[in-house]
Structure formats: structure tokens, C-alpha cells
């Protein structure tokens, strides 16, 4: 036999022989869209659309369905929790404390006394004791709270009910927007952008009370409010020309939720953590021009591990992936299932939001197991071409298999060329495996949405 086809024969038996044992290894990606809980008006949406021409009015009523613009007091009171409790506080600034005149130079401290009362001291030393709430005014409506910042109207003390001091701020309803929109919304947004916010925070902070002793909390539990340091001329105007302007349904104000970044499409309140009851002004629309956020479109990867251990108790046994069983309009999550080698939890889109600290409930899962097996007599081959006469001789070398759990069923076969990934082939999930044979040596992957499994070596 020439000694060119006995090399060749030796090579295609070293390509037939059986694929090395391996470990199956995983991978889990999460592909989303949008930053937020997905209800009312898109910030980044509005950015876009007042780019595009359109005034806050109709902004407005494209985010909240059937509105129309109404009006109310700009000078109503709003009460805001700056803080749930403190051993003391300190103010500077201070004009008058309840009925007595204070001055504005000296740094004050506020100490619980009794349920009932409070102690205003000044350099270690008692000045008064007042019955509570102790409500306290600055010089040209302003007052400095001690690690917090400044703030406009009047700051109240009161005792809390086993120990400390709860602070609370009360100011007038766009004072109180001077230190929201800019939190919200840049101040260098165009002025219908922004006039829009100002629009959508007032008719909220309006439409909605946190309990009976505040409307508020000063962070994203409510809206974002930091007082006269944040304050900017450009958003301070768009409260201005927007006086008193509140969003209405057949006449009465309604609740105007907004967040950042829609990811082109809004949601239906109903199918989130927000309300389960529809409200005709709250439902799903098309945010066209939301693209320009930078959480318009996201991926994340975490290890399964790292997602295993964030996840806690809703993992049974080893983790495996998440199945997505319901989504809404936009199509943020609904409803899901963590699934574990014991079996599976259902769970809800808010839950894997902040279980795993998600921009958003729109999202996917891609979980990917691989391994390298053996080839069988029914595999077909992958393309590798023997010399006359040994043909025989060709078979496959090996498969990659794994598992998938995901929304897809079509896998892409990748192999690893000269550094890069191309694909060479493809396959379904079915029963949730998947399995390709080649009869070619390399390094291979799955790939199932857009995420890859991991890198096996078939030879």
C-alpha cells in the first residue's frame, strides 16, 4: 500500500476514534430591554419625542391614554420624609423655631426629650424644649438639615414612637418640584422634556400618599426629591411655565407613573407589580423613539452560580435556568418558573427583577449546558472526505450535546476558526436537549438566541 494512503488511513482513524470524556459545563445569559417598572411615560421616550418636534402636551397624552390637562393649587402643602429616624439632627439657618426666634448663624442640634417633646440645643447646651411636632423656618424659606442638603418651607421634628426623631419636610407643591425634576430628568433635556416631567411629578405627587403622616419618601420609593442644591435654571423654568398643570382623566387627576427607558414599548399596568386592576390611561403604547437610552437594549451574564446564590430560596436543588410562563403587552414577565434539578418555583417578573438585579422585567433567559459525547452509527457526518477506497472509514467523532432551557428551540452550531466563531450547522431543542454531530476535530458551541453555551472540544 503507498505510504500517502496508509498517513491517510492513520489520520481517519485518529478522527473516528471516540470523543474524550468531559465534564458538562453551563452558561446563563439574560438578554433585555428597557430601565424601570414599565408603566406610564418613558423619560428617555419623552427625550426622544421632544427631539422629534412634539410639546409636552402631547407627549403627555401619548404616555397616558384618553388624558387631557387640567389644573390645581401650586401651593398646596406636600410632605416629604427626609428621614425615618435619627438620634439627633442638625439645622442651620433657622430663623424661628415654633413661636421662638432663632438666629441664622448658629448651627443647631434637635434631640428627642419625650414622646411628646423635643430639645432644640446650641453648642452642647439647652436652648428650648418644645411640645412636638417642633416645626422649624430658615432665612428666605430655607433651612440646611445636617447631612441631607436644603431645603425650601418648613422642617417638622417629631419623636418617634419608641425612640429617635422622624424629620419630615412640608413645602409648598412646586417648591417641591424645584427639587424633583432635575432629579429625574437631566436639565440639559430639551424644555418640552422637561416640562413634561414637571407636568407628570406634580399630577403624582397629587394622586398619591405614602401614609398618614407624609405623602412622600424622598427617593425612588416616591420621587426623587433633593431640595435647593439640585435646583437648575433650566428645570426650575419648566416648573414655572407649567404652573399648576396636572394630567386628568374625564376630569379628575390620575396617577401618572413614569420611569427611565421603555425599550420601545410600555406596558399594561395590570400585568405588573404596580396594579393588578387596568386603568384605561395606563396601558401598553409604542415608544418609537426610545432608542436613544442607553438601557434601550441590555445583556447580562452571569455565572449559574452567582445567579443560584441570588436567587436563594426559589432555587430547588441545583440550579438549571428560568422558564418564562406569561408576559404582558410589551412583553415584560408576567409570570416564570425557576427551575431546579428538585423541581420548579413559580415566581413573577418584579421578584427576578430584584432577585437579580435586573434594569428591567423585560427580559429573556438563556441557560446552555455542553459536553462532548460519543458519536453512534445513526450520527451523519460532518463533512470530512476520505481518499478513494477508504470512504468506509469516514464516520463522525464525536458530538456536542447539552441541555436548553429557554424560549427558543432552534441552536445554532458555532465552530472556532482561525480565532473566530463561525457557524457550521444546526439543530432543535427537543425535550430540552439538544445534540450535533461532526466528524471534525475543533472546538464547538451552541448558540440559542443570540447566547452561547459553553466551548467543547470535539477529537
Known amino acids: 500500500m503507498p505510504r500517502i494512503l496508509l498517513a491517510t488511513l492513520a489520520l481517519l482513524l485518529v478522527l473516528a476514534a471516540p470523543a474524550a470524556a468531559q465534564s458538562s459545563k453551563s452558561t ?65 439657618g433657622v430663623r424661628q423655631a415654633g413661636s421662638r426666634k432663632m438666629d441664622p448663624a448658629k448651627t443647631y442640634v434637635v434631640r428627642r426629650r419625650a414622646l411628646t417633646e423635643v430639645d432644640v440645643l446650641h453648642a452642647g447646651k439647652r436652648v428650648a424644649t418644645f411640645k412636638a411636632p417642633l416645626q422649624v423656618a430658615g432665612t428666605g424659606d430655607a433651612t440646611t438639615l445636617g447631612g441631607y442638603g436644603t431645603y425650601r418651607g418648613v422642617m417638622e421634628f417629631k419623636p418617634g414612637t419608641f425612640n429617635g426623631l422622624t424629620v419630615t419636610n412640608i413645602v409648598g407643591l412646586d417648591a417641591y418640584l424645584q427639587g424633583v425634576v432635575p432629579a429625574e430628568s437631566p436639565a440639559s433635556w430639551p424644555a418640552e422634556a422637561l416640562r413634561a416631567q414637571a407636568i407628570a411629578a406634580r399630577t403624582y405627587a397629587i394622586t398619591t400618599a405614602k401614609s398618614a403622616d407624609f405623602d412622600h419618601y424622598a427617593d425612588t420609593r416616591s420621587q426623587v426629591y433633593k431640595g435647593i442644591g439640585i435646583e437648575q435654571p433650566s428645570t426650575n423654568a419648566a416648573v414655572a411655565d407649567t404652573r399648576g398643570q396636572i394630567v386628568t382623566y374625564q376630569g379628575q387627576p390620575v396617577v401618572t407613573y413614569f420611569f427611565s427607558t421603555s425599550g420601545g414599548k410600555t406596558e399594561s399596568v395590570e400585568n405588573t407589580s404596580l396594579g393588578r386592576e387596568p386603568r384605561p390611561w395606563l396601558v401598553s403604547v409604542e415608544d418609537e423613539f426610545d432608542n436613544v437610552s442607553p438601557r434601550h437594549r441590555w445583556t447580562s451574564k452571569p455565572t449559574m452560580a452567582s445567579a443560584s446564590k441570588k436567587l436563594g430560596g426559589l432555587v430547588k436543588g441545583s440550579f438549571k435556568g428560568i422558564k418564562v410562563t406569561k408576559r404582558g403587552v410589551s412583553p415584560r414577565i408576567v409570570t416564570a418558573e425557576v427551575v431546579g434539578s428538585r423541581g420548579r418555583t413559580v415566581t413573577d417578573g418584579a421578584t427576578l427583577r430584584a432577585r437579580l438585579g435586573l434594569y428591567d422585567t423585560w427580559a429573556s433567559f438563556t441557560s446552555i449546558s455542553g459536553e462532548a459525547d460519543e458519536p453512534t452509527d445513526g450520527d451523519a457526518s460532518g463533512g470530512a472526505t476520505a481518499p478513494p477506497g477508504f470512504s468506509a472509514l469516514v464516520r463522525p467523532i ?60 470535539l477529537r
Request: no cysteine.
Open 28 to 92: 446563563f445569559t439574560i438578554k433585555g430591554a428597557g430601565f424601570g417598572h414599565g408603566v406610564g411615560m418613558s423619560q428617555y421616550g419623552a427625550l426622544g419625542y421632544a427631539q422629534q418636534g412634539w410639546n409636552a402636551a402631547r407627549i403627555l397624552g401619548h404616555y397616558y391614554t384618553g388624558t387631557a390637562l387640567g389644573t390645581t393649587d401650586p401651593a398646596k402643602k406636600v410632605r416629604v420624609q427626609l428621614v425615618p429616624a435619627t438620634s439627633s439632627a442638625r439645622i442651620t
Open 398 to 457: 464525536g458530538a456536542l450535546r447539552g441541555t436548553v432551557i429557554s424560549e427558543s428551540r432552534k441552536v445554532k452550531i458555532q465552530a472556532k476558526r482561525s480565532g473566530r466563531w463561525i457557524e457550521v450547522g444546526a439543530t432543535r431543542v427537543r425535550g430540552g436537549k439538544y445534540r450535533w454531530a461532526t466528524s471534525v476535530a475543533g472546538t464547538y458551541r451552541a448558540v440559542v438566541d443570540g447566547a452561547s453555551g459553553p466551548a467543547v472540544r
